[in-house]
T-cell receptor, first 112, second 112 residues
């Protein structure tokens, strides 16, 4: 099993640009989570999906952030326009019936 | 309401000595409890989980944790620290919902 796959692993962009982060969950898992990790705020849940449907997006910072899950094997997190304060490591995790979340390696985003 | 308190933000031990990372939780029902480890610039890896079976849970790399309901604790231990154990450790609680509630993390330093 390849585990949760995230791309890109590193992203450097300039303020105002659109950023798209991608995630492929573990096959057969029906829940997907997006987290953000910073030194100041630790790990924050941004949004999660069950069976491709967004269940709780209360952690999404503002309208500049959006997430989609068009099918069971793919999700995107988009930031438009990006700002320097969005610089962080973004993790995707997927969860199957056992209750354990399995994390991807993360995307390190730097907004200049 | 669910919450997790990791009692130490930093722990330093000498190589070969025991490790104790403390975690207390708050939960209304029977929780699932997890410990994850995060090595520098890496994703979160599951160490072990408790889901109402045996109260002493064995995980990977020689770690174990004991669920004590009367003390609402789930402390992580290892008999003998190795240099490769240096990392950030997160205690997590989950109830009926899909969500994970993370502690703020404990940074473990292993002194040669």
């Amino acid at each position: 099993d390849a585990g949760v796959i995230q791309s890109p692993r590193h992203e450097v962009t300039e303020m105002g640009q659109e950023v798209t982060l991608r995630c492929k969950p573990i096959s057969g898992h029906n829940s997907l989570f997006w987290y953000r990790q910073t030194m100041m705020r630790g790990l924050e849940l941004l949004i999660y999906f069950n069976n491709n449907v967004p269940i709780d997006d209360s952690g999404m910072p503002e309208d500049r952030f959006s997430a989609k899950m068009p099918n069971a094997s793919f999700s995107t997190l988009k930031i438009q326009p990006s700002e320097p304060r969005d610089s962080a490591v973004y993790f995707c995790a997927s969860r199957g019936v056992g209750g354990t979340q399995y994390f991807g390696p993360g995307t390190r985003l730097t907004v200049l | 309401a669910q919450s997790v308190t990791q009692l130490d933000s930093h722990v330093s031990v000498s190589e070969g000595t025991p490790v104790l990372l403390r975690c207390n939780y708050s939960s209304s029902y029977s929780p699932s409890l997890f410990w994850y480890v995060q090595h520098p610039n890496k994703g979160l890896q599951l160490l072990l989980k408790y889901t109402s079976a045996a109260t002493l849970v064995k995980g990977i790399n020689g770690f174990e944790a004991e669920f004590k309901k009367s003390e609402t604790s789930f402390h992580l231990t290892k008999p003998s620290a190795h240099m490769s154990d240096a990392a950030e450790y997160f205690c997590v609680v989950s109830e009926w919902s899909d969500q994970f509630y993370f502690g703020t993390g404990t940074s473990l330093t292993v002194i040669p």
